[in-house]
């Protein structure tokens, strides 16, 4: 990636060649790098460098990745995550560092112009450009359900995928299914994997997923030919090496068994777990807890208050009803325990002393928190720690 494909007519530029000519200021990209040390430790080895400058030394130099955005079943919700990014404000970062060569949603064309543009960056940069997929792909009654300039679905992803030096599947759907694929399955939704098995491709779940991550696969690949190291579900490690339980800002209160019982109740107001709420976060693989969506803190799902659905995970997402728990095969404790309080008012005596007890005596909250979680007695009184 470091030079122009073979036979194209249009030169690649560095990605300082490129933000140069388009105005966009050093400060502006340091941000960015700022952000992107944080969100996405990917392999350009950024987790060896202490500063955003060290980071955009090596990014620089980087030729810009060509990329082909293709959308099947979507909600177009992988495209949105995209594009809200903030602080810096990185939309129009992200489509100067990379060079995107075909987006049905993003693109001022349509119709033939645009399948024209398809198929010249297919011609230019063969062999060379990352297909990113969006939406899962329907495949009952041989594709008809979608059809895209005369072409199903299947046949649209066989052509550019197969021409693709990488392939990224992006969001639940595209990964393996999501909501299309959800019973009874009207359409034959699967993802690309399913239909690609020879091929090495990288899932990255949720819905929406995290826009850094994807940035993070696609900057790793343009910098050194390689893809980030990939767990069983084909998703990189470096985004997925966590339940999202065990740095969950509520964790404190599950280990004092403090539980939300129902949507705006004391609990509920007070911060407290979610888990009997059907959070699914003890079973969930995902970097959420600590890569808050828009580098904006608290936004994610149990940030605002909602239970973890588990959208990054096949056997969960869309397949277990969204109030059923899920069963606690493991449960590290943290290093440290976050303090519990109170986000409204003043921290209260009795949840003074849970943090104390917490913090002296781990196996006295784990006995606490299985009785809580054993107990048939659903009483607002149970959640609160008994005084020893």
């Known amino acids: 990636m470091r030079s122009p494909p073979v036979g194209s007519s249009r030169v690649l530029e560095t990605i300082d060649e490129r933000l140069m000519r388009c105005g966009i200021s050093r400060r502006a990209f340091l941000k960015f790098c700022s952000s992107l040390m944080i969100a996405a430790p990917f392999g350009l080895a950024i987790t060896d460098m202490k ?6 030394q090596v990014l620089g130099k980087v030729i810009r990745p060509p990329v082909i955005w293709l959308e099947f079943q979507d909600c177009t919700g992988c495209t949105e995550t995209l594009l809200r990014t903030s602080h810096p404000g990185v939309d129009d970062l992200i489509l100067n560092i990379i060079s995107l060569e075909y987006h049905e949603t993003l693109m001022a064309g349509a119709g033939a112009q645009a399948q024209e543009t398809l198929a010249q960056a297919m011609h230019d940069y ?75 491709i990288v899932n990255i779940p949720g819905c929406p997923p995290n ?13 050194s030919g390689t893809l980030p190291e990939l767990d069983g579900d084909r998703r990189p490690k470096f985004a997925f090496d966590r339940h999202i339980h065990d740095q969950c800002p509520r964790r404190a209160h599950f280990d004092a068994g403090q539980f939300v019982k129902q949507y705006g109740d004391h609990g509920h107001r007070e911060g407290w777990c979610l888990y009997k709420m059907g ?7 995902a970097g959420c807890s600590t890569r808050h969506f828009n580098e904006i803190p608290d936004v994610w799902p149990i940030g ?3 239970p973890c659905v588990g959208c990054t995970e096949k056997s969960i997402a869309f397949r277990v009803p969204m109030y059923q728990t899920v069963k606690i095969h493991e449960a590290t404790p943290p290093d440290t325990y976050a303090p519990i309080y109170a986000p409204q008012g003043n921290i209260s005596p009795v949840a003074t002393g849970v943090a104390g007890l917490i913090g002296g005596a781990l196996i006295g909250a784990g006995l606490m928190a299985s009785r809580k979680l054993g107990s048939a007695d659903d009483t607002e009184s149970e959640s609160k720690p008994k005084k020893e």
């Open 51 to 56: 500063t955003p400058e060290a980071v955009a």
């Open 126 to 200: 063969a062999g060379k450009y990352v297909c990113v997929v969006e939406g899962s792909i329907p495949t009952g009654d041989k594709g008809v359900y979608m059809k895209s300039a005369g072409r199903t679905g299947m046949e649209v992803l066989a052509d550019v995928a197969g021409k693709a030096a990488a392939i990224v599947a992006i969001g639940s759907c595209a990964s393996w299914g999501g909501i299309p694929s959800a019973d009874p399955n009207p359409t034959g939704a699967v993802g690309v994997a399913d239909l690609l098995p020879q091929k090495t």
């Open 211 to 223: 826009p850094y991550t994807l940035l993070g696969v696609v900057l790793q690949f343009a910098d």
């Open 279 to 285: 959070c699914k976060g003890p079973d969930t693989y």
């Open 304 to 306: 605002i208050g909602a």
